[in-house]
């Protein structure tokens, strides 16, 4: 177990929501899902028990029946469209990209209105019209395309910025070092992160709060803070979880 002090300033934040009569908004995506595993089984259940909406960004061009069938039930989850196949275009010395880069445009565009059909068709229940881009990377001039193909909302990484053809809803605390252990990071840098991205909206910033998982690398750091935020939040009275078709219904009634 996490030594609680870790999560004191976060305890501290929220009340000062809660004294101010304030709810934070905050989201968990979780990237990269294919197929049913023991990972995907842990997440899908702490947040069912947790009642956390789930954004499962699903890759379409390796993902199939078996996932859909085991998705079809659970009701806390909408499933978005992770870029194509998850391949890097990009050179060896440069950051890694699907979608951009030296490929045609029509080829990009191509691949993700394929990618759209298909997980429309697998989740007729489930699917959101939103592309969430591989490594969380796509050319500015892609994103005027996209509503044209039928999506209606695109997450990437960091606080949105400047006008957007489409509504953002943006992932802001990622729980895993990938440049470093590639495991989970240390607590009290994630509860560091997460307590100033709500300093940020308690002074006026109105983005919800994404919280970034990838449950196929979790190691036992990232799935016990994943616990302990859980328990910290569910049922406090200045934390709502909201689920990304709400924060998008949201954003296009109010722009
Ligand atoms: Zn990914």
Redesign the pocket.
């Known amino acids: 177990m996490i030594d609680s002090t870790l999560r004191e300033p976060l305890y501290r934040e929220l009340e000062r929501w809660r004294d101010a009569g304030r709810v934070a908004r905050l989201w968990l995506r979780d ?2 899902a294919i197929e049913p595993t023991a990972a995907l089984e842990r997440l899908l259940g702490e947040t069912r028990n947790y009642s956390i909406p789930l954004t499962l ?1 699903v890759v379409p061009a390796f993902t199939g029946m078996p996932l859909a069938q085991r998705l079809a039930d659970e009701a806390h989850v909408s499933v978005a469209v ?1 870029g194509w196949a ?1 391949h890097n275009h990009s050179g060896p010395d440069d950051k890694k990209q699907e979608l951009g880069g030296s490929r045609l445009e029509e080829t990009i565009l191509g691949e993700l209105y394929e990618g759209f059909l298909k997980l429309r068709d697998l989740y007729p229940a489930r699917f959101l019209t939103m592309l969430v881009p ?2 969380n990377r796509i050319d500015k001039g892609l994103i005027p395309k996209l509503p044209a193909l039928g999506f209606e909302s695109l997450s990437t990484y960091g606080r949105a910025k400047g006008e957007s053809p489409i509504a953002i809803v943006n992932s802001h605390v990622d729980l895993m070092d990938w440049h470093g252990t590639r495991g989970g990071r240390p607590i009290a840098e994630l509860i560091g992160e997460l307590v100033a991205e709500l300093q940020d909206r308690f002074e006026g910033g109105n983005e919800p709060i994404g919280v970034l998982a990838h449950h196929l690398v979790h190691d036992a750091a990232a799935w016990d803070f994943l616990g302990e935020l859980f328990e910290a939040t569910a049922v406090h009275p200045a934390v709502e979880w909201v689920s990304a078709t709400a924060l998008v219904r949201d954003q296009m009634s109010t722009t």
């Open positions: 990237d990269d960004a992770h998850h591989p490594w």
